[in-house]
């Protein structure tokens, strides 16, 4: 593995150092660790380690790699539970299980590894080496807290049951690898599934729960129209392709808004369009494609025979032919009551009280969502940002978090799965 320094990154702050004291571990500003919450084997398992869950990071953040292609980041975790008498399982393709301790009771906890096709700006020392691809949305902080809370637990005297590590593939594309990890029997004899996303809106050593949705339905629409072409002096002639596409660009959403429960959040954005070259031209090709999101169980299930007869609809009258094609994407994150119980007991056992806050439901898409539609279970937000400066946003090129959330996010891990088993 490539050597990098392993001080912590925070961002406006290259200097911050990880602090190894009698009593715990802690980077500078973190309300973390010696604080006496234990349990003692953790403690003296981050004191031991804490540098090398910088370094994991960084190396896992310097080699990003696509969806299902996750082939190296797949070899590092499970070399690295398998050099501390681990059995990781690797999934057919990427991804990974294992298991720790014994015991009838089953929880799992989930990272996930993929990284996005997007062209790193951060100018961070330990920047993407890969051209065009990026941990632009914090998987590899995931999969990192991941990897070191199963180390952790993987030294503690004993468990009151076992835990399921499951680095997941593909999160960034629909429907998603959690129905790979459904497929693959890596939930089988689960009875609870737990699960953080890095949030920058919330300060380092918050974490954000919410009982019921806490992200969105997502489905992709893609409208492939078909016209005869012709002259744009002579309209009459002809199918006016472009025309059409306007029709369903205005028209659709209004629609929707109008046929659908407003409280549900339902709200479709057009992400690309095209059609011709020529300004006097009608052409013969056209293409559409957006989002339809929903915050609403329900009405995910009602959109598709919806937009189907919305479309036909807006374009019969203009004689243009057309192929719809409708994806459904992921279903809502729908944190179960008992479940959020548990995190919450979680959060203040790692962090005290004060760590907890609230998290508003996100428009965005999580196939975690898939997971809970088998099971129940709680995802929640791992705050990253430092307290100061801009707070770069998920998916932009810039995006950068503090690193003494890996620390936060351990801890987190390692409490809620231990409140989950007791």
Request: proline share 6%; aromatic share 4%.
């Amino acid at each position: 593995m490539t050597v990098l320094d392993s001080r912590a990154h925070t961002p406006g702050d290259s200097d911050s150092e990880v602090v190894i004291t009698e009593s715990g571990v802690s980077v500078a500003g973190v309300q973390d660790v010696g604080d006496g919450q234990g349990p003692e084997w953790l403690d003296k398992w981050l004191a031991e380690h804490a540098t090398d869950v910088i370094a994991w990071r960084r190396h896992i953040h310097a080699n990003p790699e696509l969806s299902r292609r996750e082939f190296a980041t797949t070899e590092l975790v499970a070399s690295t539970l398998r050099s501390a008498g681990l059995r990781p399982e690797v999934l057919p393709g990427t991804g990974l299980i294992c298991e720790i301790g014994s015991g009838e009771k089953c929880v799992a906890l989930r990272a996930d590894l993929d990284a996005l096709p997007i062209t790193e700006g951060s100018g961070l020392p330990f920047a993407s080496g890969v051209d065009g691809v990026a941990h632009a949305c914090g998987h590899d902080a995931h999969t990192t807290a991941l990897l070191a809370a199963g180390l952790a637990m993987a030294s503690a005297p004993e468990l009151p049951g076992r835990v399921r590590l499951v680095f997941q593939p593909a999160e960034e594309v629909m429907p998603g690898g959690a129905q790979d990890v459904l497929a693959a029997g890596g939930l089988d004899g689960v009875d609870r599934i737990f699960g953080l996303h890095c949030d920058p809106q919330l300060e380092v050593g918050k974490v954000g729960t919410r009982v019921g949705a806490i992200t969105s339905a997502t489905d992709l629409i893609e409208l492939r129209l078909k016209s005869p072409g012709g002259h744009t002096s002579r309209p009459h002639l002809t199918a006016d392709l472009v025309h059409a596409l306007g029709t369903v660009i205005t028209g659709l959403p209004t629609l929707l808004s109008r046929r659908v429960d407003p409280r549900s959040g339902t709200v479709l954005v057009w992400g690309s369009v095209h059609a011709g070259e020529a300004p006097n031209a009608v052409p013969q090709d056209g293409t559409l494609r957006g989002t339809l999101r929903t915050a609403d169980h329900e009405v995910w299930a009602e959109l598709e025979p919806l937009v189907t007869s919305l479309v036909e609809s807006l374009l019969a009258p203009t004689g243009v032919g057309y192929e719809l094609n409708y994806r459904r994407g992921v279903p809502p994150v729908v944190n179960e009551r008992e479940s959020t119980r548990l995190l919450r007991a979680g959060v203040r056992a790692a962090l005290g009280e004060q760590a907890l806050t609230g998290t508003p439901q996100s428009s965005g898409g999580e196939d975690f969502g898939w997971y809970l539609e088998q099971l129940p279970g709680a995802f929640a937000r791992l705050g990253v940002w430092p307290g100061h400066g801009p707070k770069r946003e998920l998916h932009q090129s810039t995006f950068e978090l503090d690193e003494r959330a890996l620390l936060t996010g351990v801890r987190v891990f390692v409490h809620t799965a231990l409140a989950a088993l007791s």
